[in-house]
């Protein structure tokens, strides 16, 4: 079936660091693939997606491109903000509708 | 407009009792889903309705049944709660049959069985 693994956190960084969350994943035929963001006490909402190969999705300074030679969605920001703190989770979405998610990782950025 | 409603917010009850959560969607969807989040934010889909259908039902306690009375709506009652249901419970919903589309999520329902 698939599968999606994701780094495990917590990940903590300073404000402006450099960002990488790395997400692989296992599937039959061409998922499209999703990174979601839960703020505290809140639900989920999307943050970007790629429907099919060398897509990159992008959104509030976040990116990520889909992999298929190495089965990767890796999230990446260039200058993270307290207000990037949250959990990530990747996803992907194959056949039957089905999302599939990664255990989460949750990002702190402190001052 | 909330796009995916769910209620009560919180939920507190004892073991042994019933309850149920509402969901709905305004967004016109055919595909409904609930999800279960566990105290270390593993989400884990629970079940699935395509325009009123169940499609997916995952390995989940008899205990748990969805009830889809419309598209619109999809309802999951638990009978005899125990401790081991504690969790966030999350409703989404997406378009049919569309893979590379999002699901849209509710803001959740904490359940705390005490």
């Known amino acids: 079936g698939n599968s999606v693994t994701q780094m495990e956190g917590p990940v903590t960084l300073s404000e402006e660091a450099f960002l990488t969350i790395n997400c692989t994943y296992t599937a039959t035929g061409y998922p499209s693939l999703f990174w979601y963001v839960q703020y505290p006490g809140e639900g989920l909402q999307l943050l970007l997606k790629?429907?099919?190969?060398?897509d990159k999705g992008s959104n509030k300074g976040f990116e990520a491109t889909y992999r298929k030679e190495t089965t990767s969605f890796h999230l990446e920001k260039g200058s993270v903000q307290v207000s990037d703190s949250a959990v990530y989770f990747c996803?992907?979405?194959?056949?039957?509708?089905?999302?599939?998610f990664g255990t989460g990782t949750q990002l702190k950025v402190e001052l | 407009d909330t796009a995916v409603s769910q209620t009560p917010k919180y939920l507190v009850t004892q073991m042994g009792n019933d309850k149920s959560i509402k969901c709905e969607q305004n967004l016109g969807h055919d595909t409904m889903y609930w999800y279960k989040q566990d105290s270390k934010k593993f989400l884990k889909i629970m079940f699935s309705y395509n325009n009123k259908e169940l499609i997916i039902n995952e390995t989940v306690p008899n205990r748990f049944s969805p009830k889809s009375p419309d598209k619109a709506h999809l309802n999951l009652h638990i009978n005899s709660l125990e401790l081991g249901d504690s969790a966030v419970y999350f409703c989404a919903s997406s378009p049919l049959g569309q893979g590379n589309t999002e699901a849209f999520f509710g803001q959740g329902t904490r359940l705390t069985v005490v």
């Open positions: 996803a992907l979405k194959g056949g039957g509708n089905k999302l599939t």
């Open positions: 790629a429907t099919k190969a060398d």
